[in-house]
């Protein structure tokens, strides 16, 4: 039985390979099992003036779809109210001012509590993932009065009136 050195450093780097695919597996087993953080807490006052609202995601969807998403950000989102206008960004940031939104309706299932905003002249929409119930009352009852609300989202708004929401809790 005769073994060449070649036979030798090519069974010696099959099992290095393998040592190295099966420690990649673990990697990428632990980094998957690790949860995501949720957004920051709110503080109060959080939201006016320029501050930005923590969000978890952004997304530009169609009107008639409202589920269905052409674009995301999870990224680095960005959902501001400024004065009369709406700061965001999905793929890129944009401003669009607060009267061109037609509507404002309020969408949640599976642990996602968004906000779905409709343009007057736009068939796209820009929907805001806030993370839970509590911030999008806290949301919600930012907007200035004369932005129409559905009834869904009229509803979030005084239960979370009702419930005197702390959003620093």
């Known amino acids: 039985m005769d073994i060449s ?5 090519f ?5 290095i390979a393998q040592g190295l695919s099966f420690w990649f597996m673990y990697w990428l087993f632990k980094k998957l099992r690790k949860p995501k953080s949720v957004a920051p807490a709110y503080a109060p006052g959080t939201g006016l ?4 609202i923590a969000v ?3 997304f530009i969807g169609l009107r008639r779809l409202p589920w269905v998403a052409l674009a995301s950000n999870s990224l680095n989102p ?7 206008q709406v700061i965001y960004r999905v793929l890129c940031q944009k401003q669009r001012p607060l009267g061109d939104v037609s509507r404002v309706d309020m969408r949640s299932a599976y642990g996602t509590f968004n906000l779905v905003f409709e343009f007057a002249d736009s068939p796209f929409t820009l929907i805001v993932n806030l ?5 999008m009352a806290y949301v919600l009852s930012l907007m200035p009065p004369g932005i129409p609300l559905s009834e869904r989202a009229q509803a979030a708004r ?6 005197q929401y702390q959003p620093w809790v």
């Not at 005084?158 to 419930?163: K, M, P, R, V, W």
């Open 5 to 9: 050195w070649m036979e030798l450093a």
């Open 11 to 15: 069974g010696a780097l099959v099992v």
């Open 49 to 52: 003036d320029g501050k930005a």
């Open 56 to 58: 978890l995601a952004t």
């Open 78 to 84: 960005v959902f501001r109210l400024e004065g009369q």
């Open 131 to 135: 993370g839970s119930a509590s911030r």
């Open 158 to 163: 005084l239960a979370g009136n009702a419930a």
